[in-house]
Each structure stands twice: as C-alpha cells, then as structure tokens.
C-alpha cells in the first residue's frame, strides 16, 4: 500500500510502499501524535522512515500502488 506523509515547513512530501496493513499504520501514526514521539515506518524494500510527530501535517493511507513506469531502484 501507499503511504503519503505530508511535513509541515517542507514543500514535497514523504511517500513510501509498505507491506504493512493498513489498520496497523493508522495506529502508529495515532500512537506517535499521542505520544509526541517519532512515527516510524518501515518500507517494502527494508528502508526506515522516521518523521518526528511534531513535524506530521497530514498522512494519506492508500491502496496498493500499482507498478511504476521508469527506473527503479
């Protein structure tokens, strides 16, 4: 699934692929701007994201993205 994080004072946004359910990201978003910590995330390719909650202006929890079209890495 797709995952857009929107950060606050940063024009583009962090968007990564995960394996992860998606009930299961939306509880750790919700777990991080509780706790005022880090919302970290971890990519199908093995990558961690960490954004501090402070930072989150909004995130977009997607369906599975298809494939892309160009170079991948």
Known sequence: ME????VQDTPREVALDSN?????VIAAVEAALASGGNLTLV??????????????????????SKGRVGFGG
């Open 3 to 6: 995952i857009k994080i929107g």
């Open 20 to 24: 992860d359910n998606p009930d299961d």
């Open 43 to 64: 990519d199908d390719r093995g990558r961690t994201v960490i954004v501090p909650a402070s930072k989150i202006a909004y995130v977009e929890v997607g369906a599975a």
